[in-house]
Nanobody
């Protein structure tokens, strides 16, 4: 049974930073491509960043240069470092496996973690 638990969200001012964590059980992130997704109110869930088992990364254009995805295989945890946050980054952030651009990942969705960027 796969379980993904996200944490690290919160309220931050514009220009601030947050680091999100996603700890997996029932699944090895070492051999799975993993992604961070977000869903803002009234919008569809979208891919934010992904990292393959080989370490290659993919970023949405809106976050390039500001967000960094990385993983700690020993902790079976994927991280998303978010810098220079703006109100447009406000959303619930989820992690899941990554199967390719435009490919819906399996239904491993967790509760997500809320990120709110506001002054």
């Amino acid at each position: 049974q796969v379980q993904l638990v996200e944490s690290g969200g919160g309220l931050v001012q514009p220009g601030g930073s947050l680091r999100l964590s996603c700890t997996a059980s029932g699944l090895s992130i070492r051999i799975n491509a993993m992604g961070w997704y977000r869903q803002a109110t009234g919008k569809q869930r979208e891919l934010v960043a992904a990292i393959t088992s080989g370490g290659s990364t993919v970023y949405a254009d809106s976050v390039k240069g500001r967000f960094t995805i990385y993983r700690d295989n020993a902790k079976n945890t994927v991280y998303l470092q978010m810098n220079s946050l703006s109100p447009e980054d406000t959303a619930v952030y989820y992690c899941n496996t990554f199967r390719g651009i435009g490919v819906l990942p399996p239904n491993y969705w967790g509760q997500g973690t809320q990120v709110t960027v506001s002054s």
